[in-house]
């Protein structure tokens, strides 16, 4: 079974809380670097960062990425690799990895994860990552997405809100660091290449809509998506200013400044 990989990087200079997010410097380089580093530390064959804007391009490649310049009118991070492929010709059943620009703290060992667990569950569409939520993290909270799934790891939904919803705790013990239901979804994809063709030509989903989930339009066509449980837990990403100050202070710790 050929396990290879190639992990792509979507990269967009617009952002509506911080523009030009993945220019900024943390701990004294680019974040956009940092995440290109999380990558090469995993076993992927081929890492390219995927943007539509020339400030991008020209520091990624200043610190050695391979990029491919793509178009300013995709929406998702998942339509950017499907031009990625279709620019560089993959063959359908080269196996992708989607690393989001943000995540300069990414375990390298949850890149092979993922990449491996599509490997392995050839019905899967799309393979992601998950975690049990962790006693300290607010299940209330919609930035932390949910997963509910089959008994064979297949996603039944994910959602911003508190599911599964625990009716009574009385009943069936405290559930958040028990036996926990519960579980945190990572934003980190692998695709196939002949799906990733596939995906941009769907139509959008009334609940990728409304919950502002792009992989809702998967479940919503009938694509499956087998999501593996690890137990490690990513450093934050960077949505706001604070993330931003916090990944810095954890990233100088890291390297011993």
């Not at 279709?86 to 994860?113: F, K, R």
């Not at 196939?192 to 009334?206: I, K």
């Not at 479940?219 to 960077?238: E, Q």
């Given at each position: 079974?050929?396990?290879?990989?190639?992990?792509?990087?979507?990269?967009?200079?617009?952002?509506?809380?911080?523009?030009?997010?993945?220019?900024m410097e943390v701990a004294g380089r680019p974040m956009l670097q940092h995440v290109f580093e999380r990558a090469c530390e995993s076993h992927a064959d081929e890492v390219i960062i995927a943007t539509d804007d020339a400030r991008i391009r020209s520091v990624a490649e200043g610190f050695g990425a391979h990029v491919c310049m793509t178009s300013?009118?995709?929406?998702t991070g998942t339509e950017r690799l499907g031009e990625v492929v279709e620019v560089l010709n993959w063959g359908d059943d080269i196996l992708v990895v989607n690393l989001q620009g943000d995540e300069p703290l990414m375990p390298a060992a949850l890149i092979d994860q993922v990449a491996g667990d599509l490997a392995v569950h050839e019905r899967a569409a799309i393979t992601t990552l998950a975690y049990p939520l962790a006693k300290s993290e607010n299940e209330t909270d919609p930035h932390i997405v949910k997963a509910v799934l089959d008994q064979e790891g297949y996603a039944m939904y994910f959602s911003r809100a508190p599911i599964p919803w625990h009716r009574d705790p009385a009943e069936?013990?405290?559930?958040?660091?028990?036996?926990?239901?519960?579980?945190?979804?990572?934003?980190?994809?692998?695709?196939?290449?002949?799906?990733?063709?596939?995906?941009?030509?769907?139509?959008?989903?009334?609940?990728?809509?409304?919950?502002?989930?792009?992989?809702?339009?998967?479940?919503?066509h009938g694509y499956r998506i087998?999501?593996?449980?690890?137990?490690?837990?990513?450093?934050?990403?960077?949505?706001?200013?604070?993330?931003?100050?916090?990944?810095?202070?954890?990233?100088?710790?890291?390297?011993?400044?």
């Amino acid at each position: 079974m050929d396990t290879s990989f190639k992990v792509v990087i979507p990269a967009r200079y617009a952002s509506s809380r911080l523009p030009g997010k993945p220019l900024m410097e943390v701990a004294g380089r680019p974040m956009l670097q940092h995440v290109f580093e999380r990558a090469c530390e995993s076993h992927a064959d081929e890492v390219i960062i995927a943007t539509d804007d020339a400030r991008i391009r020209s520091v990624a490649e200043g610190f050695g990425a391979h990029v491919c310049m793509t178009s300013a009118e995709h929406t998702t991070g998942t339509e950017r690799l499907g031009e990625v492929v279709e620019v560089l010709n993959w063959g359908d059943d080269i196996l992708v990895v989607n690393l989001q620009g943000d995540e300069p703290l990414m375990p390298a060992a949850l890149i092979d994860q993922v990449a491996g667990d599509l490997a392995v569950h050839e019905r899967a569409a799309i393979t992601t990552l998950a975690y049990p939520l962790a006693k300290s993290e607010n299940e209330t909270d919609p930035h932390i997405v949910k997963a509910v799934l089959d008994q064979e790891g297949y996603a039944m939904y994910f959602s911003r809100a508190p599911i599964p919803w625990h009716r009574d705790p009385a009943e069936t013990g405290s559930g958040i660091g028990d036996a926990n239901p519960v579980l945190h979804h990572l934003g980190l994809y692998a695709y196939r290449a002949g799906f990733l063709r596939l995906f941009s030509g769907l139509e959008h989903a009334p609940l990728e809509v409304f919950e502002k989930l792009e992989q809702l339009r998967a479940l919503w066509h009938g694509y499956r998506i087998h999501v593996g449980i690890t137990n490690r837990m990513p450093g934050p990403g960077v949505d706001t200013a604070e993330d931003l100050a916090r990944v810095g202070r954890l990233l100088a710790g890291k390297n011993g400044s």
